[in-house]
């Protein structure tokens, strides 16, 4: 079944902000994305490098998501450091069932964490790997090797991905290989269109703007 994850920010909105979330009510989605960062001893919801404490902080989010059962949060970590504090708040609000790692996450920390999806960034098994057109040089099966060895050793749900860096041959390849995707920041109506004749089972990052079109195609292919 695809899961619609909103991306933060959506249909601009200002990401990882209360505004962003407001927004969240008016969309048939499964979750939505948060950047995750530390500062000044609070988890903080930033993309980018902040140098004052006027962001959301991560416990502003669960009365939010606490009456909705399904919502699903992928907190992308900007610091691995994050990724301990944060499995920490949802354990204390019994929400580990909701939550979803990508980024900078610490593996070591997360090995035996079977209770969480985590999704590694393709830019973390190989350099360069979100750059438009990557895969065309055949990389995608050293991808699909380094993600193999790293799911041996440690607790790992699928690679995340810049849906810029598949074509529809790469993409095959990945979901033939039986790994789960999540694709990021999907907002064209083609590349979806792609997605959903592939009947994947993967995480969609999407632009909101788009999502009666995706969820027509999800209706009418029983995906």
Known sequence: MIKIIAHS???NTKKNSSSYL???N?????????????FDGNIVLSHDLINSNNCLILEEIFDF???REKFLVNCDIKEKQATKEVYKKFQEKNMLDK????????FDFIKDKKEIKTFVNSEFLIDGSNIDGFFKDNKIYELIKKYRELEKDYNVSGICINYKSLDILSFKLLLNSGIN???WTVDNKE???KMLKIKTNSIIFITTNKI???LERVNMSNI
């Open 65 to 67: 998501i606490d009456d």
């Open 181 to 183: 995707l999540s694709i």
């Open 99 to 106: 939550l979803i790692f990508t980024g900078n996450v610490d």
């Open 9 to 11: 920010g959506a249909d």
């Open 26 to 38: 008016k969309l048939k989605i499964d979750g939505f994305e948060i950047d995750i960062r530390l």
């Open 191 to 193: 590349c979806l269109g």
């Open 212 to 214: 009666n079109y995706v």
């Open 22 to 24: 407001s927004y969240l």
